[in-house]
Nanobody, 126 residues
Framework: QVQLVESGGGLVQAGGSLRLSCAAS????????MGWFRQAPGKEREFVTG????????SYADSVRGRFTISRDNAKNTVYLQMNSLKPQDTAVYYC???????????????????WGQGAQVTVSS
């Protein structure tokens, strides 16, 4: 079992930036794909971005492409989400997730990821 712990959430004004981190422990971090999801109040959890084990395969939701960047440091067992040009509609709880069954990002459905962090609140004020 892998444990995931997010950090770096907070309150920011529209147009600002935040960086989320997700530290993994208990597994072979460099061998599986990672993803970020978010869930706003009253809405379903949605895919934000995913990254392959090597870091070369990346997928972004249309709503964040060009503003958000996912990266990973396999030596530190950490995946990052750099969020720029934030908008009020980006407000949500952000979750990192691991797909230990695959080195590649297989899809965008939450049920394709088997391990989840506790979530980090991101609030963007207008």
């Amino acid at each position: 079992q892998v444990q995931l712990v997010e950090s770096g959430g907070g309150l920011v004004q529209a147009g600002g930036s935040l960086r989320l981190s997700c530290a993994a422990s208990g597994g072979s971090f460099s061998s599986y794909a990672m993803g970020w999801f978010r869930q706003a109040p009253g809405k379903e959890r949605e895919f934000v971005t995913g990254l392959s084990a090597s870091g070369r395969g990346i997928s972004y939701a249309d709503s964040v492409r060009g503003r958000f960047t996912i990266s990973r440091d396999n030596a530190k067992n950490t995946v990052y989400l750099q969020m720029n040009s934030l908008k009020p509609q980006d407000t949500a709880v952000y979750y990192c997730a691991a797909d230990r069954a695959s080195r590649m990002v297989r899809g965008r459905e939450p049920n394709q990821f088997d391990s989840w962090g506790q979530g980090a609140q991101v609030t963007v004020s207008s």
